[in-house]
């Protein structure tokens, strides 16, 4: 029975990437490798042809008639292994293991309801969720979507925007009757203004100043949280002030639950929810994109 080599187009894109690079040192680097394992390599399937593919010499790197043919269908061949394994991807059934990390307004008023409708469709997906505002590293947590309020703070991520809401400062009407109603930023220092436990990348409330210019107040107050719904529901409870993003609240605005405060002063500035995930878009698992498709179509801010 003939061998079967199970790594020969392993072979066939060492010797592409030393014919591209130039150099054996260069093609290591690209590839990963040590320069005597790729010349080991190189011998071996010349040795596996019978044929010589490349002159070495101290200076450089010459192409045999042999090798610059096995080069041109080396080119070939790997490229219609690339176009076989993007078919293949493109057409696989969405399964296996979808690691989601989630921060907690987004999980628990829009992730988990809809969970439902999404297992439905992917039966062979197993979502395995995990609720929290702590910036998380994608790659440490093995996540393979995390879900964020807020600016995108790492490059090598990509983030696919859900929609994006107005930041609103506001207060439960009890303690708006007990302390009264901001009439200016400068007022807040004499409110109770609830903040976050953990570091943000915008540290503060953004607001425009009775000169019209920016101004950015740090919110001082007796009571500190870990996360957006804490934060709504001690602000439902009359702890102090808070501001939250405007979808976040809408049905509490909406039920008189809670009440804007300081909208003269509000510059306008809006909150994007995105799904982070670690690119490029082309090369994600079907689970992951059936996800993040989903997610695009069925989330709805609430009005």
């Given at each position: ?92 059934t969405p399964r296996g293991r979808l690691r989601v990390n989630c921060n907690v307004p987004f999980g ?59 930041m609103v400062i506001v207060g439960a009407p009890d303690y708006l009757a007990r302390y009264g109603v901001p009439g200016t930023p400068a007022d807040l220092a004499s409110h109770n203004c ?110």
């Amino acid at each position: 029975m003939a061998r079967i080599d199970i790594n020969r187009s392993g072979d066939i894109e060492v010797f592409v990437r030393v014919v591209e690079r130039g150099t054996l040192t260069e093609a290591s680097r690209v590839l990963g490798m040590t320069p005597s394992a790729v010349s080991k390599l190189l011998r071996r399937l010349e040795d596996r042809l019978g044929t010589r593919l490349i002159n070495r010499t101290t200076r450089r790197l010459q192409l045999t008639p042999e090798g610059a043919a096995f080069y041109e269908n080396g080119l070939r061949i790997l490229g219609e292994i690339d176009a076989a394994e993007q078919e293949a991807a493109a057409g696989a059934t969405p399964r296996g293991r979808l690691r989601v990390n989630c921060n907690v307004p987004f999980g628990q008023h829009y992730l988990l309801p809809l969970l439902a409708e999404f297992l439905e469709r992917y039966p062979e997906i197993v979502v395995d969720v995990s609720l929290t505002d702590r910036v998380v590293d994608l790659l440490e947590e093995r996540a393979d979507v995390a879900i964020r309020a807020g600016p995108l703070r790492e490059s090598r991520l990509v983030a696919r925007k859900l929609w994006q809401s107005r930041m609103v400062i506001v207060g439960a009407p009890d303690y708006l009757a007990r302390y009264g109603v901001p009439g200016t930023p400068a007022d807040l220092a004499s409110h109770n203004c609830l903040d976050f436990g953990f570091s943000r990348l915008v540290d503060g409330w953004a607001l425009v100043g009775e000169d019209g210019n920016p101004a950015m107040v740090k919110p001082r107050g007796n009571a500190l949280v870990g996360d957006g719904e804490s934060l709504r529901l001690m602000t439902l409870a009359g702890v102090g002030l808070g501001r939250l993003s405007r979808n976040h609240i809408q049905p509490d605005i909406n039920s008189g639950a809670l009440v804007p405060v300081l909208e003269a002063f509000n510059p306008g500035d809006e909150e994007p929810v995105q799904a982070i995930y670690v690119g490029p878009s082309k090369h994600l698992p079907a689970r992951v994109r059936a996800f993040l498709d989903f997610l695009a179509a069925n989330v709805r801010p609430h009005e």
